[in-house]
């Protein structure tokens, strides 16, 4: 199989420059829509007038990738009007933390990319491009999302700036003050992800609007424990694994000139996730299983079923940081104080476990088509 975008994995500017170019030229070859133009999901205007970055997505979650095969081609056949773009796929493997408990009113979680160095062990991976975001609890209506990328050398400090940097004065108060708590690892997830994207287009529903859409397959692996140890009580250093097929609406294309209205943007985009869903529940009912928990929400519940307490994971004082270096000067090994701690060979065990190893992202995109 060929996927031309996997070789810029390692360099995001390039990846979604070719990204928007192949959608852009899909969008005028196949939908015939040579005067079309491209804008960004906007800001959600709530009635009292505020304005938020809100995250038109949903999910099903499955036991295993295997559930998911050939998913690409069932919904091109049961979804009329959606296009997959051609050569679209991309993929990534990241290393996701959960930095804010489970009573904290957002989510605060840490992602980086891995990579490989040249020449090095395919076993191993290496973080980079880091972000840091707050998301509202859930996996309701409407989310609310915000997300920073941090420089490596700035990872401990407040991103507060960031955020505002990026988006102003529609970053809430509420965001605005959490940001600012230290973060705190409460626990880790590995995930490959194997990403493309498709047009929607249905007159009789969205009008004169085309919706972009973005989809994905994720295979993850959640840690046992928040510092990745292994775990005596289930003999492992991963505690469970499972996949997850996402879709959310990136922006829309309209008629030049065409400024649609705020209400007719966002019942497109309500309609174009429910054209989605609706066929997947029905295909997958006997086997997605039920969850309001976001990814990260599932790591915070995997640990505590794992009873670890709230009190451990202070004493614990994990770092997101930590876990981008190969060894800690003052983590040391609980059989053999003498050693110290190989953080990044823990972090690796999310993806290469033997017991658990995650699919290559070619075999995965292989898998879903």
């Not at 070859?29 to 970055?53: A, M, Q």
Request: with cysteine.
């Amino acid at each position: 199989m060929h996927f031309p975008l996997l070789k810029h994995k390692r360099n995001h500017d390039t990846l979604f420059s070719q990204l928007a170019l192949l959608r852009n030229r899909f969008l005028v070859e196949k939908l015939n829509l040579p005067h079309y133009v491209y804008h960004k999901t906007p800001k959600f205007i709530t009635d009292d007038g505020r304005r938020l970055s809100i995250e038109p997505e949903r999910s099903i979650v499955v036991p295993s990738v295997h559930h998911l095969k050939g998913v690409k081609t069932y919904l091109e056949q049961q979804v009329p009007g959606l296009r997959l773009i051609t050569h679209s796929e991309i993929g990534f493997r990241y290393p996701t933390a959960a930095i804010a408990g489970p009573d904290a009113p957002f989510i605060k979680r840490f992602r980086s990319e891995f990579f490989h160095k040249e020449g090095e062990d395919r076993n191993i991976c290496r973080p980079i491009n880091l972000s840091y975001g707050i998301k509202s609890r859930g996996k309701g209506d409407n989310r609310e999302e915000y997300e920073v990328w941090v420089a490596n050398d700035s990872l401990n400090q407040d991103p507060s700036p960031l955020f505002i940097d990026k988006y102003g004065e529609d970053l809430p108060d509420a965001v605005r003050l959490f940001a600012q708590q230290t973060p705190l690892v409460h626990g880790w997830m590995g995930v490959k992800r194997a990403a493309f994207e498709a047009l929607y287009q249905q007159p009789n529903v969205l009008g004169d609007l085309v919706i972009s859409l973005a989809l994905s397959v994720d295979a993850y692996n959640i840690g046992a424990q928040p510092d990745l140890a292994f775990n005596e009580q289930i003999g492992s250093s991963i505690a469970c694994g499972n996949a997850e097929l996402e879709w959310e609406v990136m922006g829309y294309y309209a008629p030049l000139g065409e400024h649609p209205s705020q209400a007719q943007v966002w019942q497109a985009i309500n309609a174009s996730i429910e054209a989605i869903g609706a066929p997947l529940s029905a295909t997958f009912a006997n086997v997605a299983l039920t969850t309001t928990e976001s990814k990260t929400e599932r790591i915070l519940s995997t640990i505590s079923q794992q009873g670890i307490s709230s009190a451990q994971i202070q004493e614990w004082n994990l770092k997101p940081w930590e876990f981008l270096q190969t060894s800690s000067e003052h983590r040391r090994k609980s059989h053999d104080p003498s050693r110290s701690v190989n953080l990044l060979g823990r972090l690796n065990r999310l993806f290469y476990q033997e017991q658990h190893i995650l699919p290559s992202l070619t075999a995965l995109h292989q898998s879903i088509r």
